[in-house]
Each structure stands twice: as structure tokens, then as C-alpha cells.
């Protein structure tokens, strides 16, 4: 999906979120090579937000 997003839609970054107690998840994000940003919390939960720019994910591949 990042591969779409930043070759074919040509997106400069992409963001994602989880609940910040689903580790799983968080994990996958930084797998994938997001930076972890800030936590925000939001009504009862709290969710983590995660960002990866195009020149980073470059480097990756």
C-alpha cells in the first residue's frame, strides 16, 4: 500500500493511527518504517499517529 501511495497517487508522506494499546499494530507501522509522532488522546482512548514521507520509504527499497 505504500508502494501505491507514494509511486502511483504520488503522495509526499503518509499517516496512520492506531490505538495506542494495540502494540501489534503500532509495531507493524514501524516495520514498515513510520516514525512514530505524537499520541493524542481522543475521548476514552488514546491513538498513536505514525508518519512515513516519500524520501523515506525510498531508502527503504
Known amino acids: ?3 501505491y501511495g507514494f509511486q502511483e497517487a504520488g503522495f509526499p ?3 496512520g ?3 495506542s494499546q ?3 499494530s503500532r509495531r507493524v507501522m ?5 516514525t512514530h509522532l ?3 488522546k481522543d475521548h476514552e ?7 512515513i514521507e516519500q524520501h523515506d520509504f ?3 527499497m
Open 1 to 3: 500500500m505504500l508502494a
Open 13 to 15: 508522506a503518509i499517516m
Open 17 to 19: 493511527f492506531a490505538l
Open 22 to 24: 494495540h502494540g501489534a
Open 30 to 34: 514501524e516495520k514498515i518504517g513510520m
Open 38 to 40: 505524537y499520541d493524542k
Open 45 to 51: 482512548h488514546t491513538r498513536s499517529f505514525y508518519r
Open 58 to 60: 525510498n531508502h527503504l
